[in-house]
């Protein structure tokens, strides 16, 4: 293990200590991680909130042994490589996505930093972070950008109508943008419910956007398409009543693709008959599952054509931001605290957390030592 760093053997992190205990998360101190074969260890200046982080926490799905520490999106500085780690050297700026069988970096001590936060990451799921972007920003790709890319890269043709719903959201409106300006979609169709989620979805490229609540989007969409409908519908709602309703809007021959777990399963639960395969069935369109968990919770798994999928994911993500092509909507930013993470997240699970993305800083001295956004923008 190469290491130059000094690195403290514990930090008090945000997470949970019992299985399916759900929210509040709470403070709990832990060892830090030492990097094995192929991973690095990050001092995490920042990071951000996804609806999986309170999800673990409901159901501790992924069968971890608490206490976990949560805070699976990453940017920071690499203190340390394991074996077999040669393009990424201590001292690097980098985001990472964790995997969901590890810890995260989320601190328990505000943006101060105070002991700081650790956590390890897969070479394949970390690349070198520009110098144009912010830790903040960068911190909030991983997972959405991800999520987004799963689903749409090589599969957007030039030309395609492509829609989005949801594109306020902390994937949709990534993978509006994706579609709109990095992807070549000739148009880009989107909804929301609220002005401030259609205003994020307008900005990031949509050229149509819905109100879901209010309009008959199926209808529009014929009628912007002269009645064939969208080439590509890209689901990330985890949301039923969507599904039924976005699966109407693929044309003949066309593809659905949904991101997670897909109709009938949305409360992991209870499964239920859903009409969305008889409606696909209908229009002989392709329906497509994108499920990200097991590329993060069971790296060992995959084979090279998925990790080198992944990592081209990881940086493009970092292009593109720097490109000014996708870029996260930051609507908030909040400290590294027990309480403000616990906020966040009940917000999200409500459905009424705020548009695109959540911002945690973790460590303000880190993210000013690195000279890439004084502490006072962040």
Partial sequence: MKQTQKVPETFLGVGYTKDRAGLPLEAVRVPVPQPA??????????????PLEYKLADLNFMGRTPPVILGLDLAGVVVAVGPGVSDVAVGDAVAAMADLNGDGGWVATGGNGGDGGYALAHRFLTVRKPP????????????????????????????????????????????????ARALGAGLVISSGSTPQSIAVARQSGAHHVFDYKRDDITAEITKLTDGRGADLVFDSTYSEHSFVETAKAVRQGGSWIVLGVGPGKTTRLVETHSPVDATLAERGAEHVNVNLLRYFSEPATLDGEARAF????????????????????????????????????????????????????????????AQDTPPAML
């Fill in 37 to 50: 074969d192929e991973q690095v260890l990050i001092r995490i200046a920042a990071s951000s909130l996804n």
């Fill in 132 to 179: 144009s972007l912010s830790f903040r920003d960068a911190a909030a790709l991983p997972m959405c950008f991800l999520s987004a890319f799963a689903g749409l890269y090589r599969r957007v043709q030039a030309g395609d109508t492509v829609y989005v719903p949801g594109g306020g959201g902390g994937v949709g409106h990534l993978a509006v943008q994706m579609a």
């Fill in 310 to 369: 992944l990592q081209r994911g990881m940086a493009l993500a970092m292009e593109w931001a720097a490109q000014g092509l996708v870029v996260p909507h930051i609507g908030q930013t909040i400290d590294s605290t027990v309480e403000a993470i616990n906020a966040g997240l009940q917000a999200l699970k409500a459905g009424h957390g705020v548009v695109g993305k959540v911002a945690v800083i973790v460590d303000r001295d880190l993210a000013y030592v």
